[in-house]
């Protein structure tokens, strides 16, 4: 293990260490924790200046219930959530396929069209803006969820295929081989042995891909406006005209709007880190 | 009996349909169609039509009118096209910067002690948030009237600075912002690759007399190598695509002086400032040129890796 791990240190290396570790937190957090403190101060607070001090009274409950009940905030929210779950669903669906198609058989193309995926998956955003508009403006699904979400799926699909077609790589082909010798078809040989194999593939893919839309932006600027599409990530730009200059109603619509990921990351950390660090080992 | 059975599969190889007899060649394409047809359709088709855009001069809405290579003589010309592919440099490069700090926060995690697990969930904290909220607050951060930043070097005798209000100190001050989620993201990555480092190498390294820095560079950093390089990757595409932070940021201001190539592009197409889709297309050509380098390297790269498995 490196560095040396700490309990082989002297007593004192190891307190300093350990009081160390707090201190450090709150300095990588404290533009966080700045928010966080803000979101939960009273109205009286800043307008007589003290931004800094304690809250003088706990003005949480308020704060969020504004951003609750008197802002489309909750509207957001769900025209988040109803494009993050079905661009989760598609991409994940379509990619498994095509993982297993790359994964698992050889052909002359094999490489070049797995390469295609890879490269598409870096190219700038902006380089599509403008065809993808106007075929979103075509097919009449401008400023429409489900417009974002086919575009999302797509994309998506690139990078989601690298990360399946890896991880298929990955498992025993000897599998793959008796089944053929016994004579099953091979879309149930997908269906029966690759896919139950792939659970831990697809849960990781699903939360990293959930998060990644949750927080796009550029997307959501380009092909929807207004509040009837807009995710939460737009339409925080509308929340914070509407509250402007109220700072604790706009640290607490930022936080809630941060907040689903945040607890996806928490209540899936294995998944999630499985996920973006498949790779970093050999 | 040996010789019956035989042509009996002969007999039924002649007569299994087409898809049987062709199965293992034609299933991984039927696997592969609608991938590949959305993909196409939305990714690899737009970019060439991207291309043919930027030779025309185009609003969005009515007739196109072919204007050849106009749009990059002008981009040539453009003084904002420059200021944007410098801020893009500056990007590219601080962005890197990621790298060494997220080894650095891993080395200082890699210890078991009490709750060091939480401790390592929240120092990669900052990547799960969207860079829309990083965006407002470090904008709060950095308020010349009561930000923290302001306040801290206040009580100190200095500022205030109002760092994004200053053409000389915007471009760092979004990518100080840029680089808080980068780094926990290459701190797990190099977390995840400090893990898998072998012990036997470090005791045999540790008997040889090395520690500290030498350990570091000639033992772990090479082993490192996989975590090194998907944190290269993902840290030249973030660069690349920086556009929310300046967007929610400063909006390109001031004076434009925080623009980047993704930034203006987008100004330039779509925003109240002129739907010029063919400039705006142009100036998407010149950084899909800028990645298209790097691209070419990633694959390389990943190339090399395959032929060796």
């Known amino acids: 293990m490196f560095p040396t791990p700490i309990q082989k240190a002297p007593r004192s290396w190891q307190i300093t260490y350990q009081s160390f570790l707090p201190l450090a937190l709150i300095f990588w957090l404290l533009p966080l924790i700045a928010v966080a403190l803000f979101s939960i101060k009273p109205e009286g607070d800043f307008s007589g200046g003290n931004y800094w001090s304690m809250p003088s009274s706990f003005g949480g409950f308020e704060n969020y219930g504004r951003v609750f009940f008197e802002s489309d905030m909750p509207r957001y929210l769900l025209n988040s959530l109803l494009i993050t779950v079905p661009t989760a669903i598609g991409a994940v669906a379509l990619s498994c396929m095509a993982g297993f198609a790359l994964g698992i058989y050889k052909f002359k193309l094999n490489l070049w069209v797995f390469f295609l995926f890879v490269a598409g998956n870096f190219v700038p955003f902006q380089i599509l803006m403008v065809p993808v508009r106007d075929l979103t403006l075509d097919m009449g699904l401008y400023n429409t969820k489900t417009g974002l979400v086919l575009f999302h799926i797509a994309f998506q699909s690139g990078f989601c295929t690298l990360f399946m077609r890896n991880f298929i790589k990955g498992l025993p082909f000897a599998l793959i081989e008796a089944a053929r010798v016994e004579g099953i078809a091979e879309w149930k040989i997908f269906v029966y042995i690759v896919l139950p194999l792939m659970k831990p593939a697809i849960a990781a893919l699903s939360v990293l891909i959930f998060t990644f839309i949750w927080n796009d932006y550029f997307w959501a600027i380009v092909l929807t406006q207004g509040v009837d599409s807009q995710p939460v990530t737009a339409g925080i730009t509308s929340f914070n005209a509407q509250f402007r200059a109220a700072y604790h109603l706009m640290s607490a619509g930022a936080i809630v709007a941060a907040l689903p990921p945040v607890a996806m990351f928490f209540l899936m950390q294995k998944h999630f880190i499985a996920g973006l660090t498949l790779g970093a080992v050999k | ?309």
């Not at chain 2, 930043?149 to 500022?159: A, E, F």
């Not at chain 2, 940021?249 to 889709?277: K, Q």
């Open chain 2, 1 to 309: 009996m040996s010789t019956g059975s035989l042509a009996k599969s002969e007999y039924e190889t002649a007569n299994r349909s087409w898809y049987k007899r062709n199965e293992i060649s034609i299933t991984p394409w039927l696997f592969l169609a609608p991938a590949i047809l959305f993909f196409l359709v939305y990714v690899i088709i737009p970019i060439f039509q991207s291309f043919e855009i930027s030779l025309f001069a185009w609003d969005g809405l009515g007739a196109r009118e072919y204007i050849g290579t106009e749009n990059y003589v002008e981009l040539w010309d453009d003084p904002a096209f420059y200021t944007s592919l410098k801020n893009n440099l500056i990007w590219l490069i601080l962005y890197l910067l990621a790298i060494p700090a997220g080894l650095f926060i891993a080395l200082f995690l890699n210890q078991t002690v009490m709750g060091i697990r939480l401790y390592k969930s929240l120092f990669f904290f900052p990547f799960v948030i969207s860079q829309v909220v990083v965006g407002l607050v470090f904008t709060w951060f950095y308020d010349p009237t009561f930000g923290l930043l302001n306040t801290i070097i206040g009580s100190v005798g200095l500022g205030p600075i109002n760092v994004l209000g200053d053409p000389t100190y915007v471009t760092y001050g979004i990518i100080a912002a840029g680089l808080w989620p980068q780094t926990a993201y290459c701190m797990i990555l190099y977390l995840t690759g400090l893990n898998a480092v072998d012990p036997e190498q470090i005791e045999a390294a540790r008997l040889d007399g090395a520690k500290g820095w030498r350990m570091l560079w000639y033992v772990i950093v090479p082993q490192l190598k996989p975590a090194t390089f998907i944190a290269f990757v993902v840290t030249i595409v973030g660069a690349l695509r920086s556009f929310d932070l300046i967007s929610v940021m400063t909006n390109g201001g001031p004076f434009g002086e925080s623009r980047v190539l993704s930034f203006y592009m987008f100004e330039v197409a779509l925003s109240e400032y002129g739907f010029r889709m063919g400039y705006g297309a142009a100036i998407a050509v010149v950084l899909f040129f800028i990645m298209l380098f790097f691209i070419a390297y990633f694959l390389y790269s990943m190339y090399q890796d395959e032929r060796g498995r």
